[in-house]
T-cell receptor
Framework: TQLLEQSPQFLSIQEGENLTVYCNSSSVFSSLQWYRQEPGEGPVLLVT?????EVKKLKRLTFQFGDARKDSSLHITAAQPGDTGLYLCAGDIYGGATNKLIFGTGTLLAVQP | EAGVVQSPRYKIIEKKQPVAFWCNPI?????LYWYRQNLGQGPELLIR????????DSQLPKDRFSAERLKGVDSTLKIQPAELGDSAVYLC?????????????FGPGTRLLVL
């Protein structure tokens, strides 16, 4: 099983702080997705990145795909309590007609008001 | 539009008992996935269906787990007999089709506790 390592595993910060979550692998991915999962719910897709070096922004969230398509980062600016949740990266190593995702180990974020 | 529906939301059973989970995907979605998520970790794929055909069940522990999607719509995942290590959240997801980058929509999951 391919392994996607996320760091940090846990993060507790104050409202208004910035943070970065990392997702690393030794494998090359055809695409990589970021999800947020709230307690008692399933993961919800935030973004999909496809091209090496690609940067996508979603309000205060900035996602970057590594040039070699082996790693990614998620940066949150001025975090808010509503950002609290489990952040998961998920990579598709096969591409084509499979849509088989390998999920990362997760980063649990708590934003204190 | 209704999302992915799963039931029950919670299940507590004793070890060696059977248990079943049900999933109704988003209408029109041909691809259905069952995942298992251990506490504080990412989901792991158990089985993927294209319509009624199981096209990837390599991660399904076939000695005790079984799944079906008889009419290519809703699906059932069964464990018999359950073991303590099966305690986890079982997530169902669906996507319009099987191609890469197609968004997978997840249900809320069934939380299983085996005592």
């Amino acid at each position: 099983t391919q392994l996607l390592e996320q760091s940090p595993q846990f993060l507790s910060i104050q409202e208004g702080e910035n943070l970065t979550v990392y997702c690393n692998s030794s494998s090359v991915f055809s695409s990589l997705q970021w999800y947020r999962q709230e307690p008692g719910e399933g993961p919800v897709l935030l973004v999909t990145v496809v091209t090496g070096g690609e940067v996508k922004k979603l309000k205060r969230l900035t996602f970057q795909f590594g040039d070699a398509r082996k790693d990614s980062s998620l940066h949150i600016t001025a975090a808010q309590p509503g950002d609290t949740g489990l952040y998961l990266c998920a990579g598709d190593i096969y591409g084509g007609a499979t849509n088989k995702l390998i999920f990362g180990t997760g980063t649990l974020l708590a934003v204190q008001p | 539009e209704a999302g992915v529906v799963q039931s029950p939301r919670y299940k507590i059973i004793e070890k060696k008992q059977p248990v079943a989970f049900w999933c109704n995907p988003i209408s029109g979605h041909n691809t259905l996935y069952w995942y298992r998520q251990n506490l504080g970790q990412g989901p792991e794929l158990l089985i993927r269906y294209e319509n009624e055909e199981a096209v990837d069940d390599s991660q399904l522990p076939k000695d005790r787990f079984s799944a079906e999607r008889l009419k290519g719509v809703d699906s059932t995942l069964k464990i018999q007999p359950a073991e303590l290590g099966d305690s986890a959240v079982y997530l169902c997801a669906s996507s319009l089709d099987r191609y890469t980058q197609e968004t997978q929509y997840f249900g809320p999951g069934t939380r299983l506790l085996v005592l």
